[in-house]
Each structure stands twice: as structure tokens, then as C-alpha cells.
């Protein structure tokens, strides 16, 4: 192999791409996997349990004291994670460049990696602030809510990007050349 060195960000971009096509397939369509469950409902990037699937949309539990409009441009945001998941893809096939061809294909994985772990760390704060702002509500009201794990496997897509980022780095430095066989 060119450059093993590539190898280790390679693997943790991996990593992150499939956590976060896991979170972009999300509640309403794959029910198992949601951010917060609250009154029988799960909630994700694309819609609620039995919503129609779409960017943006309104929380179905109304709860007083909560402006609606400020929720439902905040559930607009949570397409960073589709794009999060397809830059993490984009690097990963880059650093499969970086690590059967060139250096160059490392460069690149790194760049990649590091515009997907911004996006993953933006959709990640604000998902989180969205949710626990609504969960916090929907609990002082009486109603059940908890934590998906969704929330979870953002924070885990984001720390694999950024190991897969330092890794990536630290691989751009490695050795490359190809061994000559007499």
C-alpha cells in the first residue's frame, strides 16, 4: 500500500460518514433512531413518527412559553446533518486516493474532514440546544420526554471527524513513496 499513513483518518472519516447517514435517516423514516422520544413520538431530522418527511417542521406538543416559529427555523438547520454525512463521504473517497495513489488525496481528506466536523458541530449544538430546550418544557409540563440517541451518535460522528481530521493531518506528513522491489 502507497501510504498507510492515511490510514487512521480514513477510518475514523469512515466511522463518522455511517453515524451520520444513521442520524439523516432518522425518525420519521427509521423510528429507531431519534433525537428525543416524547409522547409516543420520536423525533429526527426530517419530520415526527408519522409526519411526512420534509426539511422543516412544526413540533406537534404545543407547550406554552415556547415560540413555534423559533423551533421550526431551528429544525431547518438539521439538514446540516444530511450535508455533514455526504462531506464525511467526500473525504472518505478521498482518502482512499490519499491512501492507495498520492499525498494529495490525504490533503483533501483532511480539508473535507474538517468542513464536515464544522457542520457536524453546528448541527450538533443546535440540535441539542433545540431538543433540550423542548424537552425541558415538555417535562415541566408532565409529559415524558428523553433523550434519543441520535444526539449520541452526533457527538460521536463529531469526535470521530475530529480524530479522523488530526489523523488526517498528522498522515499528509507520511510517508509516500513507493518501494522499489530488485
Not at 32 to 53: D, P
Not at 54 to 78: A, E, F, K, R, W
Amino acid at each position: 500500500m502507497a501510504a498507510s499513513a492515511a490510514l487512521p483518518g480514513l477510518f475514523f472519516c469512515f466511522a463518522a460518514m455511517v453515524l451520520l447517514i444513521f442520524i439523516s435517516v432518522s425518525a420519521p423514516t427509521w423510528n429507531t433512531i431519534s433525537f428525543m422520544n416524547a409522547g409516543g413520538l420520536s423525533f429526527g431530522v426530517f419530520g415526527y413518527t408519522g409526519s411526512v418527511t420534509q426539511v422543516c417542521y412544526y413540533l406537534p406538543i404545543s407547550v406554552s412559553g415556547v415560540n413555534s416559529d423559533i423551533l421550526h427555523n431551528l429544525t431547518c438547520t438539521l439538514i446540516l446533518y444530511p450535508i455533514a454525512a455526504g462531506l464525511a463521504g467526500i473525504s472518505v473517497l478521498l482518502g482512499f486516493c490519499g491512501a492507495s495513489y498520492h499525498r494529495a488525496g490525504t490533503v483533501f481528506m483532511t480539508l473535507t474532514a474538517a468542513l464536515a466536523m464544522l457542520c457536524t458541530l453546528v448541527a450538533w449544538v443546535i440540535s441539542t440546544a433545540l431538543f433540550g430546550i423542548e424537552r425541558t418544557k415538555l417535562r415541566d409540563s408532565g409529559i415524558n420526554a428523553t433523550w434519543g440517541n441520535a444526539t449520541w451518535m452526533g457527538l460521536g460522528a463529531l469526535v470521530s471527524l475530529l480524530l479522523g481530521f488530526c489523523a488526517a493531518a498528522c498522515g499528509v506528513f507520511g510517508n509516500y513513496r513507493r518501494t522499489r522491489r530488485l
